[in-house]
């Protein structure tokens, strides 16, 4: 937090303005803590009761992580938190308990630093947060977009595609090593390099399982052309459809940042039977983040799945300045990447956010039961309409679409 000068009011007096830099809100890390601080208990639990939704009817239950993990959030200065998410008790079915984790974080040097000592550094940071999460027992673990390099599509340089690498590289091989260290299925975006295709450039998620093998990937479907993201200067839309993948603690898919803008996008991962569905994004405030915790929140209730958002941390500065084409002035920074990382169930309730400017880990327990419990309870399935979807959808995918306006008979008449 920084303080300005003061400036002087219409009465003369002298008010200090605050503005908090380091990306807090008014020098809290996140939503939560800054109510929690400032609102009565009996307040504050209504609050969260509006914000957060109940989970079957009840708060979201909490869960104290293990020292260890406790002892290298400390240590290493993330921000850990851990919840669980429970289903009604079935007569038929045994629960079907996963722990799932997310990790954002900042990079860990400056842009400007060389590549291979940047690559080299953030792996380094990730390992303890990792440790954390495996010795927390996560069964899945989802990063951030693109987390093995800055987010540097903002700047249109092309020097940055060094970063790009094969679906098996170096990240993958750094992950695979945590995979079969504690069983646990890892999903890793990467900007991949597809070697056997002319070296095309993707950004893409490979899923590795949790005995170190590489289950499959998805390339992002929607590329941004909005701001600064300039990520079409790199990559197009992905080839990969819609896949789930099927893994040992359950039928998960990867909807790629942008991707969460688009209700279709949800829509086919959903119809494809995932049961967990993960965000790795990398998003700033000014442009997105009244969205951020409203589109997962609402997919996960409409297509009866888990849903978890990861975004990147802090503000990262790039040696020469651009421009965004809006008349602006041209600035080195793409803007501060807000975090807020959370999860968001079928049943309307979600998990407070990680921080807005800390490096974090965000545990929860989740019972896949939950899912088809909503299912049959709101028939969103059952009451869809897809037949109408799709032909409207067929309909307008042909040059001569006219929409469906009925005007009203006496808009246009002249009056006599």
């Known amino acids: 937090m920084e303080k300005s000068e003061g400036i002087e009011k219409e009465n003369g007096t002298v008010e200090e303005k605050q503005s908090f830099k380091d990306g807090s809100i008014c020098g809290y890390d996140s939503l939560q803590r800054l109510l929690s601080a400032n609102l009565k208990p009996q307040i504050f639990q209504e609050v969260s009761r509006l914000l957060l939704g109940l989970n079957c009817g009840r708060p979201l239950e909490t869960i104290v992580p293990p020292e260890s993990a406790i002892a290298l959030s400390s240590k290493h200065d993330f921000d850990l938190q851990a919840f669980s998410f429970s289903a009604d008790k079935e007569l038929l079915r045994e629960p079907r308990v996963v722990r799932v984790g997310l990790i954002q974080n900042s990079i860990a040097l400056p842009t400007s630093a060389p590549f291979l000592d940047q690559k080299k550094a953030i792996f380094k940071k990730l390992r303890p947060i990792i440790d954390a999460a495996g010795a927390s027992g996560v069964n899945i673990l989802c990063l951030q977009e693109a987390w093995m390099m800055p987010f540097?599509?903002?700047?249109?340089?092309?020097?940055w595609c060094e970063f790009a690498e094969p679906d098996n590289g170096e990240s993958t091989q750094f992950l695979q090593e945590f995979a079969c260290k504690y069983n646990m299925v890892i999903i890793n975006p990467i900007l991949e390099r597809d070697v056997n295709h002319g070296e095309t450039l993707w950004n893409t998620a490979i899923i590795i399982g949790n005995h170190g093998n590489i289950i499959g990937k998805h390339r992002k479907n929607h590329i941004p052309r909005v701001g600064d993201f300039n990520e079409s200067t790199y990559y197009m839309e992905g080839n990969t459809g819609h896949p789930v993948f099927e893994t040992a603690y359950g039928k998960i898919a990867v909807?790629?940042?942008y991707g969460r803008?688009?209700?279709?996008?949800?829509?086919?991962?959903?119809?494809?039977?995932?049961?967990?569905?993960?965000?790795p994004s990398a998003t700033v405030g000014e442009l997105s983040e009244p969205m951020w915790p409203i589109e997962a929140r609402n997919a996960a209730i409409a297509n009866s799945y888990f849903v978890g958002s990861i975004n990147r941390v802090g503000t990262e500065i790039f040696p020469n300045p651009f421009t965004s084409g809006d008349g602006k002035p041209e600035h080195p920074d793409f803007g501060h990447f807000y975090g807020s990382s959370h999860f968001s169930a079928p049943d309307a309730s979600c998990t407070p956010s990680?921080?807005?400017?800390?490096?974090g880990l965000l545990i929860s327990d989740m019972d896949l039961n939950l899912c088809r419990q909503l299912k049959d309870k709101w028939g969103f399935r059952m009451t869809a309409r897809y037949e109408l979807y799709a032909d409207i959808l067929a309909r307008y995918l042909k040059p001569d679409f006219e929409p469906q306006v009925i005007p009203d008979p006496l808009l246009h008449k002249k009056s006599s």
């Open 152 to 159: 540097a599509f903002c700047t249109r340089e092309k020097r």
């Open 255 to 257: 909807n790629i940042c």
């Open 261 to 279: 803008h688009h209700p279709l996008n949800w829509l086919a991962f959903g119809l494809n039977g995932a049961e967990i569905v993960f965000n």
């Open 354 to 359: 990680l921080s807005r400017y800390k490096d």
